[in-house]
């Protein structure tokens, strides 16, 4: 799984992306700064539509087409189907694909100081204080588990009030 993780990081940090990943290593878990969730505090950016992660096609070598060799299952069939010619499959003949988020280019927008969060923002589902502490939603994620997590959310984010907040992806 992978979990929406705030990992605070003192104001005073004149590096809060290489503190935020020092920290985010002594959970021995691994982690991406961004990763899958990078934008995800600036409702004005998507990843997907940034040039900086899309790159060359793997299947079709960039060209757009499927050479002779390549095979694809057709849709409901268990056979493989020769596609000499047709239009790649994994980028629509263009070329070029998404990259995997383990490649995205970094975002200034996945730090920034906690007075500055937006009123509205996905809710993580871990966060990570300036000591190590890790505090996390219960799950299941039923109304109850949910609001009692939006107001320790808020006490964390209040008491931390001035440090960074590192957004990451934390895979259990």
Known sequence: MHYLTFQLVPRTSRKPVEDGVALLR???LFFLV??????????DYNPEKDLRNVGPCPSCQ?????GGDIMWPRPGSTQSTLFAGEDCKACDGRGFSLLSTHNWAPFPGDVMPVS??????????????????????????????????????S?????????FVVVADLRR
Request: with cysteine; charged share 20%.
């Open 116 to 153: 500055e969060l937006p009123d509205e923002y996905i809710t993580p589902a871990i966060v990570i204080t300036t000591e190590g502490q890790q505090h996390e939603m219960s799950y299941p994620a039923n109304d109850a588990n949910k609001q009692a997590w939006e107001e320790e959310l």
């Open 62 to 66: 960039s060209n757009g087409a499927l």
């Open 26 to 28: 002594q959970t021995g």
């Open 34 to 43: 961004g990763g899958r969730w990078t934008g995800v505090l600036r409702a």
């Open 155 to 163: 006490g964390l984010l209040s008491k931390h009030a001035d440090c």
